[in-house]
């Protein structure tokens, strides 16, 4: 969507409405895009070390990446 810079000054609650439902709007001076409203992307959660360092201590050891590569060269099942 598209509008002209007086239109968004006038109705700027009504675009930021849009945009939180997913729109983007581009803002236009003189027939030019100028600007754009993008929401906002949600703030990342924090990963807690210690819960990660207890899940992978449970977890049971993988072979290294090359003998997967390798098995997977050398097998005709892949």
Do not use: C, F
């Amino acid at each position: 969507m598209s509008v002209n810079l007086a239109d968004a000054k006038a109705h700027l609650s009504e675009l930021v409405d849009r945009v939180e439902a997913g729109d983007s709007i581009d803002i236009t001076r003189r027939g030019k895009p100028v600007a754009r409203l993008t929401a906002v992307a949600p703030p990342r959660k924090q990963i807690d070390a210690g819960l990660l360092q207890a899940l992978t201590a449970t977890m049971p050891p993988q072979a290294p990446a090359a003998d997967l590569v390798r098995a997977m060269r050398d097998d005709d099942r892949y």
